[in-house]
Structure formats: structure tokens, C-alpha cells
């Protein structure tokens, strides 16, 4: 048998996300908790109760497991209703208890990053109309500057945003998100306002803290033609990729806004991002429809070839991530893959989808290329936004209703490349032998 080991830079990041709504519990006072309340909104009906349990402590015991496995970062994010239940109203024992969380961090050796707004917004915000109106991101910038002056002695790597491309989508396209809107003004409104949102918070986190990283997390999905022979395939392709993947980035470099077949010249956005967060999970293939408008003429099916996930949410593409950070290159900044993951209860894909994707990102660490860190996600299972409890993501399973934690297979793989900061053939013969010749070819 071959024998060798892919290694990574020293000080490359190895670590895992949540978001807080998904793991902390109980937590009422957001558009995401009022939506779990309206029936059919939720898979099953399903709420987040009390989660992961984080708000209730056992945000320690799940930190001493990453720490135990050789991680080195985590990435978390801090609830804006809890910090600021109100118009007026801050929230400071809250920001006490994120600070405790933080330091937890901290101590175990772990680097935060801190995730600002993922997904959820209090209710004061939405009664107001949330994203949609102007006065929105300058609220958030007021959010942003209590949390940093909070955080900043125990932070340095930013998040403003996650994801605002499946926000929009999610909530403002048709997609099962709270409003629950299919509505292209407002979702250009939308997308705009996080836009300025985001550039507001870098400016203020850089005015707080000089040494700060600051990015949003951006969502690529890989959008391939089903038929490179046929342009149509190509031309909706390329379209749904613009709309999706490149609408937002772009805007940062050039500051010309173009989504929804509107456009809007934003130059005050320009140059707010130090490094790009990348959320890579699948690849779809695109056929052009011309029945089917609502998604830019296209049929999207995954390769015939693929392995899929639990719930055939994500198929197992590991090429489609070394496609995605070659195109992030252009933009000639650092990467960290942010999240990166696959819903799996039994654990028999997630081994080979973790080894198959860290070895496309050793791939373009070994072509010099500026990849900082490999965040999974997740930890531990926690709740999947409407999806709810039916997709299981974490390196730990979770039973809801005791909060036992259950340690999988893909635990004990993560570790061994944290622990040597890189892929062994041993490790690959230990977990995934039929992977060998692919991975370590003789």
C-alpha cells in the first residue's frame, strides 16, 4: 500500500460552525421562532426547543469534545434579539454570557470567529419591516458596534452576514424562509440593504479593532451544464450562477449591483471584505426549461453518478469545491472554507465526503493558492432552519429529547487530520480503504 500524507501550512484553522438559533435554545424573541409557530412552516411541525442546549450550558461540554479532537477554531454566531430585545433595549447579561462563551473558547485553545447575523432578526425588526427598509442597516451598524466593544479582547476574525444570497432567496423568492415572500422588488431591496449593512459593520469593527478580519460567508453552488455541447444549457448555467453566487461579491470589488434584472451603483461598499468565507456544499447540473421561468429556464438535478445525502439535499461533489475556489481566485484574497457538510444520520458518507473535500483543498494549498482553514459544519446535530430535526449535519449526533451526545465515525476522522494537520494514507485505510487508490494512487 502506498504510504504518504497530504499536509496543510502550519497554522491552518481546523474547525466547526453553528449558528445560534440552531444549538442554544429557547430562544423567542426572533422571526425564526415565530415562524416555527405558524403550522406547515416547519418539517413535521418541528421546533427548535431547547436545541443543543447552549443557552442552558452545554455549550462547555461540546467545546471540550472539539478541543479534545485537535480542533483549533470555532466558528459561532451571536443572536441580535438576544443582545437587543428591543428598539431601545440592550441585553447586558447576554453580552456577559457571549463573553463567557467566548472565553470558553479561548481557553481551550479554540480561535473564534463570530458570525454577526445568520439568518435571524428580532421581532422589534420585523414589525418595522426588517431588510426591506433603509433604516435597517444602520441599525445593524448600532448592533454590530455594542457586540465588537463587547467581544473584541477575545476576537479578531468577523462575519457580518451569512449567506445573505439564501436569506433573499430563502425568505423573499419563494423559498421556505421567514417572510415567506415572492417578491423580486423586495428582494433586491433586500439583498441592497444587506449589502450596505455589511459594509457599515466592516467599517466599524475596523474602526474598533485594527487587526480585525472582516467578510460575509458566501453560499456557492456549483451550477454546471448539463450538456456542454448545447449553449442554452451554458446560458442558463451562468445566469443562475450570476444571480446566486456572484451577485453580492461582485458588487464589493466593482460596486455595480446588478440582481434581478435591476441595477444600482454602489460605491460605498467597495473594498469591505479581507478574506472571502466560502459555504460550499454540492453541485447541481442545469438543463435549460423553457417552461420553467421561475428558475431562469432550468431544470437542476444532481449526476447521475453522485452519492447523495440522508434527505438528497447534497450530493457528494469534492471537484465542485476546487471549481468554486478557483473562481473565488480573482478576487486575490485569503479563503477559509467556512462550512462544508453533509446531512448523513448513520454516518456512512460523511468519512468519505470530509476526506474527498479536504483533499480538494490540499489540492489548492499545494498550488500555492491562499486557503486559511477548513470549518465543518457542524459539531453536533442542531436545527436545521425548516428542515428541522430531519437532517442530521453534526460530526455528533444529538437525541433531542435527552441531549445525549453520540459520537459518530467521522469524529474520530476529523480528528486524525486535525491531529496531524493533514490526510494520512493510514488515516484513509483506517476509515475509507476504497479510497485509497484514488487519494494515494500507487
Known amino acids: 500500500m502506498p504510504s504518504g500524507a497530504y499536509f496543510f501550512p502550519n497554522g491552518f484553522l481546523w474547525g466547526t460552525a453553528t449558528a445560534a438559533h440552531q444549538v442554544e435554545g429557547e430562544n423567542t424573541n426572533n422571526n425564526w421562532s415565530a415562524w416555527e409557530e405558524r403550522p406547515g412552516r416547519i418539517a413535521y411541525d418541528q421546533r427548535s426547543g431547547r436545541a443543543c442546549d447552549w443557552w442552558g450550558g452545554r455549550w462547555k461540554e ?40 467566548v472565553r470558553g473558547l479561548v481557553s481551550r485553545g479554540l480561535r473564534p470567529m463570530i458570525t454577526l447575523h445568520h439568518f435571524t432578526d428580532p421581532l422589534w425588526l420585523v414589525e418595522r419591516g426588517a431588510w426591506e427598509i433603509d433604516d435597517t442597516p444602520g441599525l445593524f451598524e448600532g448592533f454590530v458596534r455594542k457586540v465588537v466593544s463587547a467581544l473584541q479582547e477575545y476576537v479578531t476574525d468577523w462575519i457580518t452576514i451569512n449567506e445573505p444570497n439564501v436569506y433573499v432567496y430563502g425568505g423573499y423568492l419563494g423559498g421556505g424562509f421567514p417572510p415567506g415572500k415572492n417578491d423580486q422588488g423586495a428582494a433586491f431591496r433586500v439583498m441592497r440593504n444587506m449589502l450596505l449593512g455589511h459594509a457599515r459593520a466592516y467599517r466599524v469593527i475596523h474602526n474598533l479593532q485594527r487587526s480585525a478580519r472582516v467578510c460575509f460567508a458566501l453560499h456557492y453552488r456549483g451550477f454546471r451544464p448539463a450538456s456542454s455541447w448545447f449553449f442554452l444549457d451554458d446560458v442558463v448555467a451562468n445566469t443562475l450562477s450570476q444571480q446566486f453566487n456572484m451577485s453580492f461579491i461582485n458588487t464589493l470589488v466593482n460596486g455595480k449591483f446588478n440582481f434581478m434584472l435591476k441595477s444600482q451603483y454602489m460605491p460605498e461598499v467597495i473594498g469591505t471584505q479581507d478574506f472571502i468565507g466560502l459555504n460550499y456544499y454540492t453541485l447541481d447540473l442545469v438543463r435549460f426549461n423553457l417552461f420553467n421561468p421561475r428558475e431562469a429556464f432550468s431544470k437542476r438535478y444532481f449526476p447521475a453518478d453522485a452519492e447523495l445525502s440522508d434527505s438528497a439535499f447534497i450530493a457528494n461533489v469534492p471537484e465542485a469545491l476546487m471549481s468554486a475556489i478557483k473562481w473565488l481566485r480573482r478576487f486575490n484574497l485569503p479563503i477559509i472554507i467556512t462550512e462544508n457538510g453533509l446531512d448523513d444520520a448513520d454516518d456512512h458518507l460523511r468519512p468519505r465526503y470530509l476526506l474527498e473535500h479536504i483533499h480538494q483543498l490540499w489540492r489548492a494549498v499545494n498550488a500555492n493558492w491562499q486557503i486559511k482553514g477548513y470549518i465543518h459544519w457542524t459539531l453536533v446535530d442542531n436545527f436545521e432552519w425548516e428542515r428541522g430535526w430531519t437532517q442530521r449535519f453534526g460530526l455528533w449526533g444529538l437525541e433531542v429529547e435527552t441531549q445525549a451526545r453520540i459520537r459518530r465515525i467521522s469524529v474520530d476522522v476529523y480528528q486524525a487530520i486535525c491531529s496531524i494537520n493533514g490526510i494520512s494514507s493510514e488515516t484513509v485505510a483506517q476509515y475509507c480503504p476504497e479510497l485509497l487508490p484514488k487519494l494515494f494512487p500507487g
Open 62 to 101: 461540546d467545546f471540550d469534545r472539539a478541543a479534545e479532537t485537535n480542533q483549533n477554531a470555532h466558528r459561532m454566531s451571536i443572536e441580535w434579539s438576544r443582545v437587543q430585545p428591543g428598539p431601545d433595549v440592550w441585553d447586558e447579561s447576554a453580552l456577559d454570557y457571549y463573553r463567557e462563551i
